[in-house]
Structures are given as C-alpha cells and as structure tokens.
C-alpha cells in the first residue's frame, strides 16, 4: 500500500507564490519519476511539471521560467515551486508518482490541492 499526502495549496493574488509538497509513504521500493498535474473546471487534466529519478524535467510550456519541481529522494518528496501566478493557474493540483512497491510497478495519485489565483 502506498500513499501521497499533499499539502500547499490554498488562496493568493496574481503574481504571488505558492509550494506544493507531496510526500510518498508505504511499501516503495525504488521511485521513478515524481510530478505535478492540474485539472481547471471544464478542463482535462494536464501535466505540470515532472521529474525522473535520473533528473529530466518537463514543464508544460505555460509555467516554463514561473515553477520549478524538485525532489528529495530521501524523504519521497516532490515539490512545485509555483511563483509569478497567474488566475489561469487555478486549478485542482495532483501529485502523480511512477515507483517500484514490494510486489509491482504501480502509478500513484494524490487526492488534488485547489490552488486559486485571484486577479
């Protein structure tokens, strides 16, 4: 059994900032690749940002140069650095994490942290 506990969510005015954490706990072996997905009302869920175990990272285009996404592999621990905010960022976030378990290779979600941008 493995869990994600998110947490850094919350309410802030354009151009402020906000870091999201999400911590990975249970029976993990080894962890692949830790990211960041949001999904605005109406809208399909996208990816953020996300991170190998090697260090590659991808951002979708619209937070390139405004988030960053980091890792503590010690502690199973991603977070998204998310300044410069925009009204356009609010959206529920997901953490997303790729691991090894005891038994299997398992993709794992987070309950979702509602960041809202207000203009």
């Known amino acids: 059994q493995v869990q994600l506990e998110e947490s850094g969510g919350g309410l802030v005015q354009a151009g402020g900032s906000l870091r999201l954490s999400c911590a990975a706990s249970?029976?993990?072996?080894?962890?692949?690749?830790m990211g960041w997905y949001r999904q605005a009302p109406g809208e399909q869920r996208e990816l953020v940002a996300d991170?190998?175990?090697?260090?590659?990272?991808n951002y979708a285009e619209s937070v390139k140069g405004r988030f960053t996404i980091s890792r503590d592999n010690a502690k199973n621990t991603v977070v998204l650095q998310m300044n410069s905010l925009k009204p356009e960022d609010t959206a529920v976030y997901y953490c997303?994490?790729?691991?090894?378990?005891?038994?299997?290779?398992?993709?794992?979600w987070g309950q979702g942290t509602l960041v809202t941008v207000s203009s």
């Open positions: 997303n994490v790729d691991l090894y378990s005891l038994t299997r290779y398992l993709e794992v």
């Open positions: 249970g029976s993990i072996v080894s962890i692949n690749r």
């Open positions: 991170l190998s175990s090697g260090g590659s990272t």
